[in-house]
């Protein structure tokens, strides 16, 4: 390939990627009727601040979710609508910063943060 081909293909799987990484909440619901299965498929698409690097701002599991604090409210209030029925949305920081996808990992039974975290963050 010449190189120009070479760097277009490189932008174009760029630009795939970018799109992938807005796609931030797909959900598959199913639903049994009498003798019928209905399949409905919801994506929300969402930027934390012109970034799309949403999974570093967001801690998603089945029990919870972490928001990084912003300065606007739409980033939080889109996974509010979308989880709030289910699980608790929580606005949190982790040694004072905002990336709380970044820096903790955990599930439906608890998160593990770093050292640095505060006792009033935790």
């Known amino acids: 390939l010449s190189h120009s081909r ?6 174009d799987k760029h630009k795939s990627k970018e799109r992938n990484n807005l796609l931030i909440i797909q959900s598959l619901f199913l639903s049994s009727t ?9 994506a929300t ?8 690097e949403i999974g570093v701002f967001a801690a ?24 709030a029925a289910h699980i608790p949305v929580i606005h949190a920081t982790i ?21 640095t975290a505060t006792d009033q963050e935790v």
């Open 95 to 115: 040694a004072g910063c905002r990336f709380v996808g970044r820096t903790t990992v955990g599930n439906r039974r608890g998160l593990l943060v770093p050292n």
């Open 45 to 52: 698409r969402v930027a934390f601040e012109n970034s799309n």
């Open 34 to 42: 009498s003798n019928q299965t209905t399949t409905s498929k919801m």
């Open 60 to 83: 998603l599991t089945n029990g919870y979710c972490l928001t990084g604090i912003n300065r606007s409210e739409n980033f939080y209030s889109v996974f509010e609508a979308e989880l």
């Open 6 to 11: 070479r760097k277009k293909n490189k932008a």
